[in-house]
């Protein structure tokens, strides 16, 4: 197979399975046929993982249409779970409205609709693209998610962006569930501690990578090793030396990698970790795609 053009080469492969858990495959750069998409079909996109050794993902959704797609996606495809949520830039929207009661009861609805359905994610709050007059949509929002999760022991995903305390704040005040994943996680090594401290894995996605990302950096450092993930977001924050280029499964290595000489972990024990820490973040292993 040929990737279009505009994607970075496939690196070496890993020396053992992960999992991406937290990816995006209907964005335009997939299989969606979108004008102007760079087009990689699903099959594609898992097969070109797997020969790498990402032989599982969690398809993440982010507003209805996305969330319905994760979990068809998901039954369709045995290395494949999903996440339904509405990001928490679609709820000053739907609120205003008058929109977001019925879409948080349809994503109630699609959290129950399997074992395919592993998490209720990307939900949480994001003050860099909504101001202050959406943030109590986004609170609120944030806080039926987090009972979605809890009432149907589901994993909560948790999207934060420039909002570390008062998403701690919202955890603790409505209980922190079980399981809950901080995807892409873009805080310093105090605020690891603080999610650590309530049980949370952390996710680290490219970004770790970047040259001006030494607080991520100091992060991993300080995270226990068996409270560390590794995601994509792709097609976003694809890492160094990729960087500006699309995202997909199959460039998890490169952050793998560069994880481990961080964390001062042998690649071989740090994906071993990782898939292990993935089936206990998300409720238990799935099928693995080789």
Same mark, same amino acid.
Not at 165 to 182: A, F
Not at 203 to 209: D, E, L
């Given at each position: 197979?040929?990737?279009?053009?505009?994607?970075?080469? *496939?690196?070496?492969?890993?020396?053992?399975?992960?999992?991406? !858990?937290?990816?995006?495959?209907?964005?335009?750069?997939?299989?969606?046929?979108?004008?102007?998409?760079?087009?990689?079909?699903?099959?594609?996109?898992?097969? +070109?993982?797997?020969?790498? !050794?990402? *032989?599982?993902?969690?398809?993440?959704?982010?507003?209805?249409?996305?969330?319905?797609?994760?979990?068809?996606?998901? %039954? &369709?495809?045995? /290395?494949?779970?999903?996440?339904?949520?509405?990001?928490?830039?679609?709820?000053?929207?739907?609120?205003? %409205?008058?929109?977001?009661?019925?879409?948080?009861?349809?994503?109630?609805?699609?959290?129950?609709?399997?074992?395919?359905?592993? %998490?209720?994610?990307?939900?949480?709050?994001?003050?860099?693209?909504?101001?202050?007059?959406?943030?109590?949509?986004?609170?609120? /929002?944030?806080?039926?998610?987090?009972?979605?999760?809890?009432?149907?022991?589901?994993?909560?995903?948790?999207?934060?962006?420039? &909002?570390?305390?008062?998403?701690? +704040?919202?955890?603790?005040?409505?209980?922190?569930?079980? +399981?809950?994943?901080?995807?892409?996680?873009?805080?310093?090594? =105090?605020?690891?501690?603080?999610?650590?401290?309530?049980?949370?894995?952390? /996710?680290? &996605?490219?970004?770790?990578?970047?040259?001006?990302?030494?607080?991520? +950096?100091?992060?991993?450092?300080? *995270?226990?090793?068996?409270?560390?993930?590794?995601? *994509?977001?792709?097609?976003?924050?694809?890492?160094?030396?990729?960087?500006?280029?699309?995202?997909? /499964?199959?460039?998890?290595?490169?952050?793998?990698?560069?994880?481990?000489?961080?964390?001062? !972990?042998?690649? =071989?024990?740090?994906?071993?970790?990782?898939?292990?820490?993935?089936?206990? &973040?998300?409720?238990?292993?799935?099928?693995?795609?080789?």
């Amino acid at each position: 197979m040929t990737l279009t053009a505009g994607w970075p080469e *496939t690196p070496e492969a890993l020396p053992s399975p992960v999992v991406d !858990n937290h990816c995006h495959l209907d964005h335009r750069a997939y299989a969606k046929g979108v004008e102007g998409g760079l087009l990689i079909p699903v099959d594609e996109a898992l097969d +070109r993982a797997a020969a790498v !050794n990402v *032989t599982r993902v969690v398809q993440v959704g982010c507003d209805l249409e996305g969330s319905r797609w994760a979990v068809e996606t998901a %039954a &369709a495809y045995d /290395s494949v779970v999903a996440a339904v949520a509405l990001h928490p830039n679609e709820a000053p929207g739907l609120a205003e %409205a008058g929109e977001l009661d019925a879409a948080l009861a349809e994503i109630d609805r699609l959290a129950q609709a399997g074992d395919h359905v592993r %998490a209720v994610g990307e939900t949480g709050l994001d003050y860099f693209r909504t101001g202050e007059d959406g943030r109590e949509a986004q609170h609120a /929002s944030f806080r039926e998610h987090i009972r979605i999760a809890k009432r149907h022991d589901k994993t909560l995903v948790i999207h934060d962006r420039d &909002a570390h305390d008062d998403v701690l +704040r919202v955890l603790d005040d409505e209980g922190v569930p079980d +399981r809950v994943v901080m995807h892409c996680f873009s805080g310093d090594a =105090d605020f690891a501690r603080e999610c650590v401290d309530r049980g949370a894995w952390l /996710s680290f &996605a490219g970004t770790v990578t970047f040259k001006n990302a030494e607080n991520l +950096r100091e992060a991993l450092r300080v *995270t226990p090793t068996d409270r560390i993930l590794v995601e *994509t977001d792709a097609p976003f924050l694809t890492p160094v030396p990729h960087r500006g280029q699309p995202n997909a /499964s199959f460039l998890i290595p490169l952050t793998v990698r560069f994880m481990a000489a961080m964390a001062g !972990n042998s690649v =071989d024990d740090l994906c071993r970790a990782i898939n292990e820490n993935t089936d206990r &973040a998300f409720g238990g292993a799935w099928e693995q795609r080789i």
